[in-house]
């Protein structure tokens, strides 16, 4: 007779559940990092605006260019704010689905120990059940043997 865990089949079903979790978080990693790279982006585009505008001052240039300029970097300092709350709720996603991950983890070992203590009694219960079988038997010789 095998060993049977009596919460084999909650026990997978932590499993799959850890794994769709797993899923869940890797795609919210991703999400944030893309959305974070954007950020990147436009702040890099701002900074080269801000030095293109410096620039543009100090060889002199024309009030409208210098207002366009100053337009340019307020629609973009407007994205960049937008942007950045994308950004923070992504970190946030990515933050709650990797402490469901972590318990979800942690709630599947706990039934892997189970099962795994489970065994190791089972494992010990049939060492127990073979010596006292064994026991058994050398006292039937030896009680045959007497009798001879």
Known sequence: ????????????????????VQAEYEQAVASFESVATELYEML????ELEESARSQIANGTSIYALQQQQSKLLRLQQ?????????????EKMNRKKQ??????????????????KQDQYEEEAKRLELQQMDELSIRLYANVKVR
């Open 100 to 117: 469901d991950l972590m318990s979800r983890s942690i709630e599947f070992k706990k039934y892997e120990k189970m099962k795994q203590v």
């Open 1 to 20: 007779m095998s060993f049977q865990f009596a919460l084999q089949k909650v026990m997978e079903l932590k499993e799959r559940e850890k794994h769709n």
């Open 44 to 47: 890099k585009r701002k900074e």
């Open 79 to 91: 994205e960049i704010q937008k942007q950045q709350r994308h950004t923070q709720l992504a970190r």
